[in-house]
Every structure is written in structure tokens, then in C-alpha cells.
């Protein structure tokens, strides 16, 4: 799926899609781009992907290491802390309640129009 959507809808939801790739096990930055590319969100830049990294990261919802590459440079992995897990359920759980929501009054509204 390669439409252009609102950015304003990834920047709600784009930390919980980034936990929901975690839950598969670490992975470092450009593994979790290409993941949530995969996943149907587009194309995630880095200068997306990684301020938000480094926001969930404050916030203790991953772990991070550094690992060398080999003939590279070195990767930094993120995994899912139990606060991540936490916040990934929670959180989760509201972006669906509130996506539903808006699905029904959406619904209603196209319907209508399109009469």
C-alpha cells in the first residue's frame, strides 16, 4: 500500500507502530523503517524515525545497544522494556478504541455525502 497520507496521522501513532515492531524482538533503526514500510505506513525517514527513537528511548519504553559492524559502522539495537510493553498495551488499546470511533462517524459522514 503506497498512498500519500496526512503526516499529522503517523507522527499519533508512529511510536506505538514502532513498539508494535519490537514485539518481534531488536532491531536496529533502518531494520524498523523497512518493517513499517512493509507494514503498509510508507516510507519512514530517518528524520522521522529517529527523533521519535530517541523520545520513546527518554522515556524508558526501549533499551538500547551498540553493537560493531562488521566492515561498518556500528548499529544501534532497540528492544522493548516492560514500561515499553506496558505503554504498548495501553496505548494500544486507547489508538484503537479512538480509531474505531472515528471509523463509525467517518463512515456516516462518506455515505452521506456520497448520496
Not at 32 to 61: F, H, M, N, Q
Request: charged letters at 25%; glycine letters at 14%.
Amino acid at each position: 500500500m503506497n498512498q500519500r497520507r496526512d503526516p499529522q496521522w503517523l507522527r499519533g501513532v508512529l511510536p506505538l507502530c514502532i513498539l508494535s515492531v519490537l514485539t518481534e524482538g531488536e532491531q536496529y533503526g533502518y531494520d524498523l523503517s523497512r518493517k513499517l514500510e512493509d507494514a503498509g505506513l510508507g516510507s519512514i525517514k530517518g528524520g522521522t524515525l529517529y527523533p521519535v527513537l530517541g523520545r520513546i528511548e527518554s522515556d524508558g519504553l526501549v533499551a538500547v545497544r551498540w553493537e560493531s559492524g562488521a566492515g561498518g559502522p556500528s548499529r544501534k539495537y532497540y528492544r522493548l522494556t516492560d514500561d515499553g510493553r506496558s505503554f504498548l498495551a495501553n496505548g494500544g488499546n486507547e489508538w484503537l478504541e479512538f480509531n474505531d470511533t472515528a471509523a463509525r462517524l467517518l463512515r456516516a459522514a462518506v455515505a452521506e455525502v456520497g448520496r
